[in-house]
């Protein structure tokens, strides 16, 4: 199929250079996949993302002002069906990272605050905060 002639949509695998205000380019290849299955460090990109929305309903050949941080264009070089599809499990392991991350950031703010607190019965260990690296067992 010629890639100047489709419209981005969700299972299209859109190849961008990103350019940013320094001249720099990264050239970047990502599939548009709804946001349950998006896993980026794979190269899925939900469409609820805002790279993801700006590309939608574009073609090959475009040129897109894009400013976020540092970027101010992105180019689209083509746009073809993706032939790989996203793992099943994608939304499963984020909301995994996602338990796993909370938990260490209550860590560390119990750390910090056990740091920081004395009272008058002594100061609190933060090495007796217990260390959970188990899965919750709740849900």
Do not use: C
């Amino acid at each position: 199929m010629d890639t100047q002639s489709q419209n981005i949509s969700i299972g299209s695998k859109v190849e961008i250079i990103l350019r940013d205000r320094s001249g720099k380019e990264e050239r970047l290849t990502v599939v548009l996949v709804p946001p349950e299955a998006a896993d980026f460090a794979h190269g899925f990109l939900g469409l609820n993302t805002p790279l993801a929305k700006v590309l939608l309903g574009e073609k090959a050949g475009t040129t897109i002002p894009y400013l976020k941080d540092d970027i101010y264009s992105i180019e689209i070089v083509s746009v073809t069906r993706a032939e790989m599809s996203p793992p099943s499990d994608a939304e499963q392991k984020r909301e995994e990272s996602l338990k796993k991350t909370m938990r260490e950031v209550q860590d560390t703010s119990a750390i910090v605050f056990a740091s920081s607190f004395s009272g008058k019965w002594g100061d609190y260990d933060p090495d007796s905060i217990p260390k959970d690296d188990k899965p919750d067992k709740k849900e």
